[in-house]
């Protein structure tokens, strides 16, 4: 990256858990979105991002130096869910602007910005917690003010000086699925890593009236996890350092409001 592999990264792995918003997906939505959403048929279904509630998120702040954190460990690993989308929400863009400007410091010995990760997160995760973000504006931290315009300057496309997380080209901007086309369960399952055994993303929303919060955050989490094990196999196949990475799902440390 920017010429030099040797350079320390920071990383943020991080996924999110969502409820479809009916009322908007009733009032907007096309006749066939409609029709394929109500279909119990086409279980598959995923209306597009815009109709989607943020109810979780997990994160793995890591790095594949000996960079430690206030923890004394290479990675923070944390699941935060809130029945609020403005919490979960402020939460990511707060995480991203205190990662920035941990990246900036002159001591630090990482690239000027951190590199975000993420499965499907350049098509899905990230507009719905960009568009959820400018919706929520007024009630955003100033720190995740920051973090939110960050991520939305596109004034150096070339990323000589900074990040341009909006291009889907970015450097900073690290998606997953861009590489392999193919699910994070199913790319976990070929390289013979364990993948989704709390629960399936079809039963978030069950899970979600059911009071059962905890699951739907270890959930999460645990798909944070299981991507942190494919970037490193990912790494190490474009000869970089692999990242530091909890030994087991119990390490995340899960918040419910």
């Known amino acids: 990256m920017n010429g030099n592999n040797n350079q320390q990264k920071l990383f943020i ?5 969502t409820l479809v918003e009916d009322e908007l997906l009733k009032k907007a939505a096309k006749k066939n979105q409609l029709e394929r959403y109500n279909d119990e048929n086409d279980e598959d279904y995923v209306p597009p991002a815009v109709y989607h509630l943020p109810v979780c998120i997990s994160y793995l702040i890591t790095n594949n130096g000996d960079f430690k954190f206030k923890n004394r460990e290479k990675f923070v690993f944390k699941s935060f869910f809130s029945k609020d989308p403005s919490k979960v929400v402020d939460l990511f863009f707060k995480v991203l602007y205190k990662a920035i400007c ?9 690239l000027p910005y951190p590199i975000l990760v993420s499965h499907n997160g350049i098509k899905f995760d990230l507009p719905v917690l960009v568009m959820r973000a400018i919706k929520y504006y007024e009630n955003l931290s100033e720190e995740s003010k920051s973090g939110l315009k ?10 000589k000086e900074r990040a341009n997380y909006r291009s889907k080209y970015s450097i ?3 998606d997953t699925f861009y590489y392999f086309y193919s699910s994070l369960k199913s790319i976990a399952l070929l390289w013979g890593l364990e993948s989704k055994t709390f629960m399936d993303g079809s039963e978030v929303e069950r899970f979600y009236k059911d009071g059962r919060f905890e699951e739907i955050a270890f ?5 944070v996890l299981t991507l942190g094990r494919i970037l490193n196999k990912l790494l190490i196949a474009k000869g970089d350092a692999k990242v530091a990475l909890p030994k087991e799902i119990q390490c995340c440390k899960v918040i419910i409001e």
């Open 219 to 223: 959930y999460c989490a645990e798909d």
């Open 102 to 110: 941990l990246t900036k410091r002159k001591d630090n010995p990482f």
């Open 150 to 159: 960050e991520f939305l300057d596109e004034s150096d496309k070339w990323e």
């Open 13 to 17: 792995i991080f996924d999110i858990e």
């Open 172 to 174: 900073y901007n690290l």
